[in-house]
């Protein structure tokens, strides 16, 4: 237990040594294409702390990525609003966690758990995704809000504008790596070792005096709301916001950018999503009907032989080895 | 009249055409021990299930401290002292030993017992890093009952401690018990008359969801028809 937490550790070290030293060496189109795989990081992260630790998969996370997006969007878009950044990203965080409160309230009171669970978030995610093309008025319809100004405020007499490559990279880097800190500190200690029991049998958690259902429900609101940022984030980056970033492929991906990280790592699936969008732009860049084919098959590869993702390869060598030197 | 913790008045439950518990008196007093015993069928899961407010009894009532606990959440009937092991192990294999005990001891309102205790207790002392899933049966019938005895019970209810314990670990068992007698009530549902005969308490004899005989054990055992229709078949 406390060796494999001076593990992650470290390997949280060296990332923020890496993330440090990147600027040295890339250029400004480089750092920008870290800075949005850092952002679907941080988004595979908030996936990891409910999947993770509570064993329930949500199939419909995208739909807090972007609910959080929208409410970025049109907060910012809106002239009459002052401290636009600022509150377009409090508004993101609230209104993720908002719809994940009432949703989650009545799924995990109601005794929605496993696939079934899984099935809900599901058509929730489709539910957003519909909303967002057809509530044009105020979404944009299938073609979404374009223009959508950086992430600009003024905090202690200090002007912070992350119109620029560098600051906004530097901007991104930090907020994933505080966040994955906090959700690693969160999920180890005291909270997490219960949600593992409730994972294991919520009935006997119950019946030692614990809420299961409020502590689940507490877990997936923290989820979206982290999610709603990074979907905050994201659209300032891209100065565009559309329906498919709330829909079913990105639904898709971050369960398998988390997938392939490793379940339960927190660290794992942000590097999962930093490589997998990597080999996706390398693959797309020769034939872009390749991806989408490519990311099936390593799905369901991942599912079957390496369910714990593909840092876990490292643990199974190591115990295979153990075993061998056992058997001699 | 005081010193009633746990009271089971005129129980029935009926399941369809099934009456599966008719006209059950219980009253359980404070640090008292007793244990319920019946062939398989009786009714004896069904009544625990009632005692612990999980089933809702279709007549009659059951007050633990005056309170109507049917039909509460699980944690606010536990956060009351009532904790319960259930008939199949069931403790968090993913976790340790120790933090099976941890989580059992976060739940209750107010624990006092530390840890290490609670492990010498249910002679898990040396197994403190464990995980609960690698444990012998045995031991983790044990770790339950530490966890039961984490939360600071008024009431403990034991759905057969001893199932598919040895001989050796059945009597281990009773011996735990007899010692935690006098800290707080403890209702033993029980299969296994040795173990019963070890902890010579206040027994109730069910048969088709009725009750057949109660009173002290050897007076229970003496009885021509508790003989006939559970002890005489063994």
């Known amino acids: ?328 | 009249m005081s010193d009633v913790l746990l009271r089971a008045e005129n129980v029935g439950i009926r399941f369809g055409g099934l009456q599966a518990l008719e006209a059950l008196n219980l009253t359980v007093r404070d640090k008292e021990l007793c244990c319920i015993i019946g062939p398989n069928g009786a009714g004896k899961s069904t009544f625990l299930n009632v005692l612990t407010g999980t089933l809702r009894p279709t007549s009659g009532s059951v007050r633990f401290l005056g309170h109507d606990i049917a039909g509460l959440p699980l944690h606010r009937i536990a956060r009351l002292g009532i904790a319960r092991k259930f008939q199949i192990p069931s403790v968090f294999p993913s976790l340790s030993v120790e933090d099976n005990l941890k989580v059992a001891r976060w739940g209750a309102p107010s624990p006092a017992r530390p840890i290490a205790e609670l492990m010498d207790l249910v002679s898990l002392g040396n197994r403190a890093a464990t995980l609960a899933g690698a444990l012998a049966h045995g031991q983790k019938q044990w770790l339950e009952i530490g966890m039961a005895l984490a939360i600071e019970p008024r009431l403990l209810l034991l759905d057969e401690p001893t199932a598919g314990m040895t001989p050796q670990e059945t009597m281990a068992t009773a011996e735990m018990l007899l010692r935690l007698k006098g800290e707080f009530s403890i209702v033993a549902v029980e299969h296994d008359i040795r173990f019963v005969r070890a902890l010579n308490c206040e027994t109730l004899v069910l048969h088709q969801g009725r009750r057949l005989r109660s009173g002290p054990f050897h007076e229970v055992e003496a009885d021509e028809m508790v003989r006939d229709v559970y002890l005489g078949r063994r």
């Open chain 1, 1 to 328: 237990m406390i060796a494999r937490d001076r593990n992650w550790l470290l390997i949280f070290a060296v990332c923020v040594v890496l993330a440090v030293l990147y600027p040295l060496f890339a250029d400004g189109y480089q750092l920008t294409v870290i800075r949005d795989a850092l952002i679907f990081g941080l988004f595979a992260a908030s996936l990891d702390f409910f999947w993770g630790r509570t064993g329930i998969l949500c199939f419909g996370h995208a739909a807090f990525f972007g609910i959080g997006g929208y409410i970025m969007a049109l907060v910012t878009l809106n002239d009459a609003i002052p401290f636009g950044s600022l509150l377009g990203i409090a508004g993101a965080i609230a209104g993720a966690a908002f719809v994940a409160a009432i949703i989650g309230y009545f799924l995990f009171f109601g005794g929605i758990r496993g696939s079934y669970f899984t099935i809900v978030t599901l058509a929730m995610g489709v539910i957003c995704q519909q909303a967002a093309i057809s509530w044009s008025s105020v979404t944009g319809g299938d073609s979404g809000l374009i223009g959508i100004p950086p992430i600009a405020f003024d905090v202690g007499g200090m002007h912070v504008d992350l119109s620029q490559d560098l600051p906004s990279y530097i901007f991104v880097a930090s907020i994933v790596a505080v966040i994955v800190l906090a959700l690693w500190s969160i999920s180890r200690g005291r909270w997490g070792t219960v949600l593992t029991a409730i994972q294991d049998n919520e009935v006997r958690a119950a019946a030692l005096g614990h809420n299961a259902p409020l502590r689940l429900l507490v877990t997936f609101v923290l989820s979206a709301a982290i999610a709603g940022l990074a979907g905050a984030l994201y659209v300032c980056m891209a100065g565009l916001v559309a329906p498919d970033l709330s829909g079913l492929l990105l639904s898709t991906e971050v369960i398998v950018w988390v997938a392939v990280g490793g379940r339960g790592t927190l660290l794992g699936p942000v590097l999962g999503a930093i490589a997998i969008q990597r080999t996706q732009q390398t693959i797309s860049s020769f034939n872009p009907s390749l991806w989408p084919l490519l990311l099936g098959c390593v799905f369901v590869v991942i599912v079957f032989v390496l369910p714990d993702g593909i840092l876990s390869i490292y643990a199974r060598l190591k115990s295979l080895f153990k075993g061998r030197r056992q058997a001699q």
